[in-house]
């Protein structure tokens, strides 16, 4: 498929969409070698790869569009669920595409990939148990296998394409596949948490997609429910929680929703990534009741020195951005903190 004239990634069919006139559909579905692609009334998407350029366009950040410059289109496929692009760009080096999203840059992967793993557990002594939902690109493995009291990893990844093509073009990333305490399923997280018996994981992480689609689910309260039964007292879940310029309504329905599941700290934390809607993206920080965790103030720090031949050194993750991760503008600040109370 990269050599054909017209490389165009449209979403699966989503029950979401912004409206749009005909005319204006119409230009969106054009490149300028006069292609035109077969319309899709209910996808959400209409982001493609016009000769030189890839543009993101979407209904969860309607008016608004990010560009990348392409240098090379390097695997386009479809698997049982979304459409999957990865391209080599002129400034982010490779960038793997869902269904028409950027998941990840070889050049800013590491501000989400640290961040998302890093703020649970190291605010938590001596994690053994981490279950990892979603992340099949494998950058989330090759975090939590820089802590050395970690015994068994499992991932829950329900595309297995993901997979695959991780491993094959950002292979960086998919190292923490290498880890031997690595167990991968290829299913539903969902289905997989509810046979979990309860009280297994020191740590949860989600790792999703944006709540369309096949990552519906994971915003929703019963996940939330069964996250909590999986985790021990005093238990750990971070979970990929949107843009505060973008999403404070859907943070508002997360924040209220985990304020009445997990009884210990509910907090909210973000961090920059030049590739990613608005430019940021967010995190929920979440305890069980039991042991307090204090997710502001780091306890567990990495040794750093002992992974960096394996794994790289870390490129944005430390102690002073931990704590900093939590300081929010005042205007999310007044939403988040008062929001469920």
Known sequence: MAEQQCASVKGTELPLKRQRDEEEMEVANKNSNGCTNEKEESSPYISSVLPGWFSEISPLWPGEA????????????????????????????????L????????????????????????????????????????????EVSRHASVEQIDICEIDKMVVEVAKQFFPDVAVGYEDPRVNLHIGDGVAFLKNVPAGTYDAVIVDSSDPIGPAQE???????????????PGGVVSTQA???????????????????IFKGSVNYAWT??????????????????????????????????????????????NSEIHQASFCLPSFAKRVIETKGK
């Not at 994971?218 to 021990?232: D, V």
């Not at 949107?242 to 985990?258: D, G, K, T």
Request: charged share 20%.
């Open 99 to 142: 269904d028409g999203v950027i998941q990840l840059t070889e050049r800013d992967e590491c501000a989400y990939q640290e961040m998302i793993t890093h703020l649970p557990l190291c605010s938590i002594p001596n994690p053994k148990k981490v279950l990892v939902i979603g992340g099949g690109d494998g950058g989330v493995l090759r």
């Open 66 to 97: 990010h560009s990348l410059k392409v240098e090379k289109v390097l695997f386009e496929g479809k698997s049982d669920y979304q459409n999957v692009l990865v391209f080599q760009s002129s400034t982010y080096g490779k960038v793997l595409v």
């Open 272 to 317: 920059t990534v030049p590739t990613y809607p608005s430019g940021m993206i967010g995190f929920m920080l979440c305890s069980t009741e039991g042991p307090a965790v204090d997710f502001k103030n780091p306890i567990n720090p990495i040794d750093d020195e002992s992974h960096a031949k394996t794994l790289g050194p870390l490129k944005f993750y």
């Open 242 to 260: 949107e843009s505060i310029w973008l999403h404070m309504h859907i943070i508002e329905e997360i924040v209220a929703n985990c304020r009445q």
């Open 218 to 232: 994971l915003f929703e309260k019963p996940f939330f429910e069964s996250i909590a039964k999986a985790l021990r």
